[in-house]
């Protein structure tokens, strides 16, 4: 079986001029931000290169994407849209923004589960929001919502609740019967539901990625919001478009006035990736799930005091290092002595302090050496 990880060596993907490539000296090995080392899906590369042969590079229609969009979702996770609440941004965190700014309360918090994408905290501040943190528990069966948290913190004054399901950076995938209470205990206390799900597209087998809105609607619950983005299963980050999709009437009249555009190019590839990138998303699949599997071992051989849950989507590795017992922050460790750049745990909130999140979407002589790179910078 075909890779998009085949043919792809380092030495190809330091000619690249992305912020992953470029962002350290070229003796360190990049494995931080969320962009994959993979060959383009075909049916994207074919549909920019139409796009550039016709000089199609213009304003956007964003309205196009609708229709394969609604179809991808339909399809792959069994949730019917109405057209006419999806709207189109930049990219999701111009989306979450406008969202905020649309619904909002001044001052009123916006609760988070870190640890988290970092520029959740951002994106509250500068809203003019306060950031209510409910740190998600962890236990011997994994990581957990803490519903009292929610409830506590929903109860306090909250008038909004980012969810981010599968969750980065830990791939957790939130269950229906979960998705349930955060639903009822939303409807009992006013607060908005945002939930970010750009991971969706990466979920693996023996996890059900279940639609935010799929369930809020089941339950009557009209005051939800969805961000959605091909760009980070198909890896277009770069191409910058995402959807919103409000979760009633009501809502999409709320957020009426958002005005963030996505790029031409963004919207021709997310249309592709939507109509005809699947059978390169399975082939991708297939790879990270052999790479989720060879982090673990690699880990159980080379520093077995580092804790990792391997993930239930995505190709982010939250990996807890406190085990190691560490003077220093482990990413200065990891990039001073060993040359490998990973991503700040305390970013991520402060729980994360001694952690560490690592990008396998690599090919795995690559994934290997990042390890070995940690290993050493050990020793």
Not at 4 to 32: H, M, N, Q
Not at 39 to 46: C, F, K, V, Y
Not at 369 to 378: A, F, G, K, Q, T
Request: net charge negative; glycine share 6%.
């Amino acid at each position: 079986m075909s890779s998009p990880f085949d043919g792809v060596t380092l030495a190809e993907l330091r000619t690249r001029s992305s912020a992953k490539w470029t962002a350290y000296p070229p003796d360190v090995l990049p494995a931080w931000i969320a962009e994959m080392d993979v060959t383009l899906a075909p049916a994207i590369g074919a549909a920019l290169a139409e796009a550039i042969a016709n000089d199609d590079t213009g304003y956007a229609t964003p309205r196009r994407l609708v229709a394969p969009f609604a179809r991808y979702v339909r399809d792959a996770f069994d949730w019917t849209i109405d057209p006419s609440h999806v709207s189109a941004a930049a990219d999701v965190i111009a989306a979450l923004t406008e969202v905020l700014r649309a619904i909002g309360a001044p001052g009123a918090p916006v609760v988070i589960n870190s640890p988290v994408y970092p520029p959740f905290f951002r994106v509250t501040r500068a809203v003019g929001a306060a950031v209510r943190d409910v740190p998600l528990l962890r236990d011997d069966a994994g990581w957990h919502l803490d519903f009292a948290g929610l409830e506590a913190a929903f109860a306090g004054g909250a008038r909004a609740y980012v969810l981010c399901s599968p969750h980065n950076p830990l791939g957790r995938v939130f269950g229906e019967a979960e998705l349930e209470r955060i639903v009822e205990l939303a409807q009992r206390y006013a607060v908005t539901v945002i939930a970010d799900e750009i991971h969706a597209p990466l979920t693996y087998d023996e996890a059900v990625f279940v639609p935010f809105l799929r369930v809020s609607a089941r339950m009557g619950f009209a005051d939800a919001v969805a961000l959605w983005s091909a760009s980070k299963a198909w890896n277009i980050a770069g191409l910058k478009c995402a959807t919103i999709v409000a979760g009633s009437e009501a809502m999409r009249a709320r957020l009426a006035a958002i005005h963030s555009e996505p790029s031409q190019l963004g919207v021709v590839a997310a249309i592709a990736a939507y109509d005809r990138g699947e059978p390169w998303l399975r082939d991708l699949l297939v790879a990270l799930d052999r790479n989720r599997v060879l982090v673990r071992d690699l880990l159980a051989d080379a520093l077995p005091a580092v804790r990792y849950d391997p993930p239930q989507a995505g190709y982010l590795a939250w990996l807890d290092c406190r085990g190691l017992d560490l003077a220093e922050a482990p990413v200065d460790v990891f990039l001073t002595r060993g040359r490998v750049a990973l991503s700040r745990g305390h970013d991520f909130g402060p729980a994360g302090e001694a952690c560490v999140r690592l990008n396998f979407g690599t090919p795995p002589a690559v994934l290997s050496e990042v390890v070995e790179r940690m290993r050493r910078s050990l020793s």
